[in-house]
């Protein structure tokens, strides 16, 4: 099946700080979304990106689906960015279901 | 909020009984999904639904069941629990070509 790699597996950062997060993905998608999941749990979907870049308030993404990876840029880190952030991917023809990868712990302290 | 709602939101159950979880939407989407999540594994597909009446396994669908007899309803049922079983599970909606919502999760555990 396909493989999805994020990394950093843990990051921590001061509050204000900009940051990258990657996933690398092993085969062709036609889907992929960006979720956090809060420290009480419930998982947010924060982008569905199979291509192309998005952007929400502090938040961006960026999907080259050729090369195979996406990538989540949070600038101006707050507290309430903590979490668990996944990355999911559809690999064609799979019928709309998404494969998570491990995700990336962030940490952002005041 | 988003329309998808589980139940239960936790419970405690004792190895080898049958226990179903309930997914409620009121969104019409079309297809349902029934995820685990564990330490160091990330979440892993349990079965989904594309309709009524229309299902499949996902990777880790050994000891699991799931109906779909209406659009709204996906039921997920633990045929003889296990203390493997116990995990938190996730219900996920999705209209095709959008982006999946979650519900809050149902924290099972199996004594």
């Known amino acids: 099946g396909i493989q999805v790699e994020q990394s950093p597996p843990d990051l921590i950062l001061q509050e204000g700080a900009n940051s990258t997060l990657r996933c690398n993905f092993s085969d062709s998608v036609n889907n992929l979304q960006w979720f956090h999941q809060n420290p009480w749990g419930q998982l947010i979907n924060l982008f569905y990106?199979?291509?192309g870049t998005k952007q929400n308030g502090r938040l961006s993404a960026t999907t080259v689906a050729t090369e195979r990876y996406s990538l989540l840029y949070i600038s101006s880190s707050q507290t309430t960015d903590s979490g668990v952030y996944f990355c999911?991917?559809?690999?064609?023809?799979?019928?709309?279901?998404?494969?998570f990868g491990k995700g990336i712990t962030l940490s952002v302290r005041p | 909020d988003a329309g998808i709602t589980q139940s239960p939101r936790h419970k405690v159950t004792e190895t080898g009984t049958p226990v179903t979880l309930r997914c409620h939407q009121t969104e019409n989407h079309r297809y349902m999904y029934w995820y685990r999540q564990d330490p160091g594994h990330g979440l892993r597909l349990i079965h989904y639904s594309y309709g009524v009446k229309d299902t499949d396994k996902g990777e880790v669908s050994d000891g699991y069941s799931v109906s779909r007899s209406k659009t709204e309803d996906f039921l997920l049922t633990l045929e003889s629990a296990t203390s493997s079983q116990t995990s938190v599970y996730f219900c996920a909606i999705s209209p095709r070509d959008y982006g999946y919502t979650f519900g809050s999760g149902t924290r099972l555990t199996v004594v």
């Open positions: 990106i199979p291509s």
């Open positions: 999911a991917v559809e690999v064609t023809g799979a019928n709309s279901k998404l494969t």
